[in-house]
C-alpha cells in the first residue's frame, strides 16, 4: 500500500478536504549494480531501443542514458580526477646557428663596352669579352658553380 486516502469532516461543517499518507519510498528505487549493467546491456542489443528497454523497467530514457554513459566511463575516472595540467620546464635557449655568410651583390657598373658579358655567382664577378673561347668559359662556370 503506497497512498492512502481519509476524507475529514469537521463540526463546523467546513468543506471536506483530501489528506493523502505517503508511505514507503515513493518511486525512488535502488538497483543493484548487476542488475544495473544488464539493463545497459539489454539496451545496447540491435534489436532494442533506448525507450523501449526504459519503458519495460519503469526508468526514464534519461536515467538509461545515464547508466549507459557512466559504463563507458573507465572506473578510475568516476571519482573526482587530479589536475590535469602539465608541469611547466624553463630552460635556456639553445644558440642559433650561426648564419651562413650571403655575400653581397655588387652594383653593376654599366659596361664600358659593349660586347662584354659580365656574370656574378656567389660575390664572385667573371667578366667575358669578345671572342672568348666557349668551351673556356663554360669550364670556368661549372667550376665557379662547384665552390658555391
Known amino acids: 500500500m503506497t497512498i492512502s486516502e481519509f476524507t475529514l469532516r469537521s463540526k463546523d461543517e467546513e468543506p471536506v478536504r483530501r489528506l493523502e499518507i505517503f508511505t514507503g519510498s515513493g518511486r525512488r528505487r ?3 549494480p548487476e542488475e544495473k549493467s544488464r539493463i545497459v546491456a539489454e539496451s545496447y542489443e540491435a534489436d532494442e531501443t533506448v525507450c523501449a528497454v526504459a519503458r ?3 526508468l526514464s530514457p534519461q536515467q538509461l542514458f ?3 554513459r557512466a559504463a563507458r566511463r573507465p572506473m578510475g575516472e568516476a571519482a573526482v580526477s587530479e589536475s590535469m595540467f602539465v608541469p611547466a620546464v624553463v ?3 639553445p644558440p642559433k ?3 651562413k655568410h650571403r655575400p653581397q651583390p655588387r ?3 654599366p659596361a664600358r663596352d659593349a660586347g662584354v658579358i659580365e656574370l656574378e655567382i656567389d660575390g664572385i664577378a667573371m667578366r667575358v669579352g ?3 673561347d666557349s668551351k673556356t668559359v ?3 662556370i661549372r667550376a665557379l658553380r662547384a665552390t658555391s
Do not use: S
Open 107 to 109: 652594383k653593376l657598373e
Open 97 to 99: 646557428p650561426a648564419a
Open 91 to 93: 630552460t635556456a635557449a
Open 56 to 58: 519495460r523497467y519503469g
Open 66 to 68: 545515464t547508466w549507459r
Open 130 to 132: 669578345r671572342g672568348a
Open 138 to 140: 663554360a669550364a670556368v
Open 30 to 32: 535502488e538497483w543493484p
